[in-house]
């Protein structure tokens, strides 16, 4: 029986999926989240799952939003657990509703589980899926348990669990496989246990990694009862993707768009950003405007000028990258802020002495001038330590006020320190203009 040109479009999706799921992701991106709906709704949810891990996690959420509840809970069913929790924190309580009616009970009850736990905890981030052992059990009904997890899941070790079901330790399946098959697992335990609660946060999570020199970390509840594990690898994957997402943010594009995405898709996204950024090059070109009187009577300033601004815009940028990385793999909060803004403003100041040695030597050279050099040297000292300043404090009180560091971050700071590069430089000058 011929197939309908719908079960061919069907194959033909499933197909580019399977082989190619980032170009797959790129064109989920570019539909609309009701037409990408659709074609979720249709493929198999292991197959969609792996575009789903490129998919910008707004995106995603925009597109499970509009999918069919059960194909939807299918789809979270299959993700990694850190960005299934994203997701699922992140949907309406309508469609959650739906989607716990038409899951499996399992599935429905890791669903409640998973909403009970805050944002980026272990809770969240756990993979539920774990292999199971009573201490007492013998080698070949550890590998028997083995061969009985569902297809597509992956182990790695073993969680030995106590006659009351409370976490022992692990051992690394390769361990098992050499062992005897009538040794027991408690005579391979690895001792000391180390384990995190489910309601650690990620940057807990973390550290407790980097301090034992983890791969994988337990997350156990009440009386030590195994919940799930952390993976190393999952957690550098999700935060690569934030760190990706921020990167195309502080240029004023959306972590949506690709390489790949439309021309017309390019222009939505971006023009605003422009926009915002030309209604502030207006109040720089407002400050310049105000020394109208001495840049026409020392038209070196002029030249002068976008080497301040120029280095006071780099500074600015060092300390918001760093301070967005912090922020994103939750090494620094908001209580860090004091401390981050005098780190800054010390290494802004002393990088300013740095370059305006160089920078007077120079203008020395080509001007001759005393007082132009001591103008631009205490300058670019003045507008350095404020730019870091401001590159630390803009993101983390942009976190601490609900909005994304990574997309507003960079055109408050470049306005910032090119208005104090400008004001610092021409206001010195004015106050001097007799020694220039």
Same mark, same amino acid.
């Given at each position: 029986?011929?197939?309908?040109?719908?079960?061919?479009?069907?194959?033909?999706?499933?197909?580019?999926?399977?082989?190619?799921?980032?170009?797959?992701?790129?064109?989920?991106?570019?539909?609309?989240?009701?037409?990408?709906?659709?074609?979720?709704?249709?493929?198999?949810?292991?197959v969609c799952a792996a575009a789903f891990r490129t998919i910008s996690p707004a995106t995603a959420l925009d597109i499970l939003e509009a999918t069919e509840p059960r194909a939807a809970g299918n789809l979270l069913m299959n993700l990694l657990p850190a960005r299934a929790g994203a997701i699922w924190g992140g949907l309406g309580d309508t469609q959650r509703g739906k989607i716990l009616e038409r899951v499996s009970s399992a599935d429905a009850r890791d669903l409640r589980v998973l909403a009970t736990y805050p944002p980026e905890s272990a809770g969240r981030l756990r993979d539920p899926r774990i292999a199971v052992c009573r201490a007492?059990?013998?080698?070949?009904?550890?590998?028997?348990?083995?061969?009985?997890?569902?297809?597509?899941?992956t182990v790695h070790d073993l969680f030995v669990v106590?006659?009351?079901?409370?976490?022992?330790?692990?051992?690394?399946?390769?361990?098992?496989v050499q062992s005897s098959a009538a040794s027991s697992l408690e005579t391979l335990v690895r001792q000391p246990l180390v384990a995190v609660s489910p309601f650690a946060s990620r940057a807990e999570v973390v550290e407790t990694m980097q301090r034992h020199k983890l791969a994988s970390?337990? *997350?156990?509840?009440?009386?030590?009862?195994?919940? =799930? +594990?952390?993976?190393? !690898?999952?957690? $550098?994957?999700? &935060?690569?993707?934030?760190?990706?997402?921020?990167?195309?943010?502080?240029?004023?594009?959306?972590?949506?768009?690709?390489?790949?995405?439309?021309?017309?898709?390019a222009v939505r996204k971006r023009l605003p950003w422009l926009l915002v950024n030309l209604a502030t090059a207006f109040l720089a070109a407002t400050v310049v405007g105000l020394f109208e009187d001495t840049i026409a009577q020392f038209t070196a300033l002029a030249v002068l000028l976008p080497v301040v601004a120029g280095q006071s815009g780099n500074t600015g940028s060092q300390a918001l990258a760093v301070v967005l990385r912090g922020l994103a793999v939750r090494e620094i909060t908001r209580r860090q802020l004091p401390r981050v803004a005098l780190?800054?403003?010390?290494?802004?100041?002393?990088?300013? *002495?740095?370059?305006?040695?160089?920078?007077?030597? =120079? +203008?020395?050279?080509? !001007?001759?001038? $005393?007082?132009? &050099?001591v103008v631009i040297g205490t300058a670019m000292v003045l507008a350095m330590a404020i730019a870091g300043v401001a590159g630390a404090v803009i993101p983390i009180l942009l976190d601490a006020l609900g909005q994304d560091p990574a997309q507003s971050s960079s055109i408050i700071l470049t306005t910032v320190t090119d208005v104090f590069g400008f004001l610092s430089f021409l206001g010195l000058a004015t106050a001097f203009s007799s020694m220039i």
């Open positions: 029986m011929p197939r309908s040109s719908t079960d061919l479009q069907i194959l033909l999706a499933e197909d580019l999926l399977a082989r190619h799921p980032d170009e797959a992701a790129d064109r989920l991106a570019g539909m609309s989240p009701r037409v990408a709906a659709g074609v979720v709704a249709d493929i198999d949810p292991q007492t059990a013998s080698v070949t009904d550890a590998l028997a348990r083995v061969k009985a997890t569902p297809a597509g899941q106590d006659s009351d079901g409370g976490l022992v330790g692990t051992v690394p399946l390769h361990e098992v970390l337990p *997350v156990v509840g009440p009386h030590n009862v195994p919940l =799930g +594990v952390l993976r190393l !690898s999952e957690l $550098i994957e999700e &935060v690569g993707k934030e760190l990706s997402a921020d990167l195309v943010s502080m240029t004023g594009a959306s972590a949506e768009e690709s390489a790949l995405s439309g021309s017309g898709f780190k800054e403003l010390i290494a802004g100041a002393l990088n300013g *002495v740095g370059v305006a040695v160089v920078a007077c030597a =120079g +203008v020395y050279v080509w !001007s001759k001038s $005393i007082g132009l &050099v």
